[in-house]
């Protein structure tokens, strides 16, 4: 699975300008992305496979977010109250309910947002200045490569004829959201 | 912070007899520890060196739910449905709701919860007879001591005043509990 689009080149300026901002809704993302795969895993407990990966990637996702409130903590900041993603939520609205279709669009929407996470990582740390901070977003963005393909894979593994065609459909709408939505400094 | 009684003798024979099912509860207090730990961070933010203890906390609770999970697996069982824990769910009913006192009692039903889970994985561990389970549940009983002194700790930094008074009744009232719960074949 691929992006269609790359995201556009004011978001990494604006990302390294108000980076204090983007460091707080990064610990979010970590926050949110650790919950959602143990969500999964109480969701969908029977499906072969799922709930040790995802018990994995709730701890390496956990992992990431205690080093990120320490850097927060380290440059003076307060986490405070996760006032929502517009991106994560628009996507989450195309997740249709039956259960297999539930399961099958949750796992493509979270390879997307961890394609795109991974993306905006790694633009983040090419354009910050101080040494230290590009090498944490340097390992953290080496770090999050594969979150995507682990959900791709099990997407693929639940459901092998419909993932390709579901897969694009959501590709697209992820990328004309991406177009759609304002700059904001903030991962997404 | 202590318990103010010990689990009864016939909890552990039943335990071990009935392990398969004591093992996939388990999975299930592992998935709840680690999501409480998460939940309790995004409702306190603001409370200082929260956040991170819970982001660490998550890490580890996530990295034993998936030797769990993997132990399952080599048993040949499945995860199933959380059937929902009679104790925590009555523990939780005494939480006050104002935000401070919900804060508070928060901090110490989960001291409280993380007390019993230990003295029940040392007691599991000591009535196993493979000796492999025995070596694994001393490791996870060893892995949980300290974590109902975290929240007690944390309950007394949030409200050193009311924390030993009000400690001293949630652990009334969850020694009440266990003497009137039915012995089950699970963690609690």
């Given at each position: 699975m691929e992006l269609l689009s790359r995201t556009p080149p004011g978001w990494a300026?604006?990302?390294?300008?108000?980076?204090?901002?983007?460091?707080?809704?990064?610990?979010?993302?970590?926050?949110?992305?650790?919950?959602?795969?143990?969500?999964?895993?109480?969701?969908?407990?029977?499906?072969?496979?799922?709930?040790?990966?995802?018990?994995?990637?709730a701890r390496e996702e956990a992992g990431h977010l205690a080093q990120v409130l320490h850097l927060l903590e380290r440059r003076g900041l307060r986490l405070g109250r996760d006032p929502g993603d517009p991106y994560a939520q628009a996507l989450q609205t195309q997740v249709r309910q039956p259960r297999a279709e539930r399961l099958l669009d949750r796992l493509l929407v979270a390879a997307l947002i961890e394609l795109r996470s991974q993306e905006r990582l790694a633009l983040l740390a090419e354009h910050l200045v101080e040494p230290d901070l590009r090498d944490f977003y340097v390992r953290l963005a080496t770090a999050e490569a594969g979150h995507g393909e682990l959900f791709w894979k099990l997407a693929v593994k639940v459901s092998p004829e419909e993932a390709p065609h579901r897969g694009a459909q959501l590709a697209t709408a992820e990328a004309r959201l991406v177009e759609r939505l304002p700059l904001r400094a903030a991962i997404h």
């Open positions: 300026r604006l990302a390294a300008l108000r980076f204090d901002e983007v460091l707080v809704d990064h610990a979010h993302c970590e926050k949110k992305a650790a919950a959602n795969a143990l969500s999964m895993l109480a969701a969908f407990p029977d499906v072969p496979g799922l709930p040790r990966a995802m018990a994995r990637l």
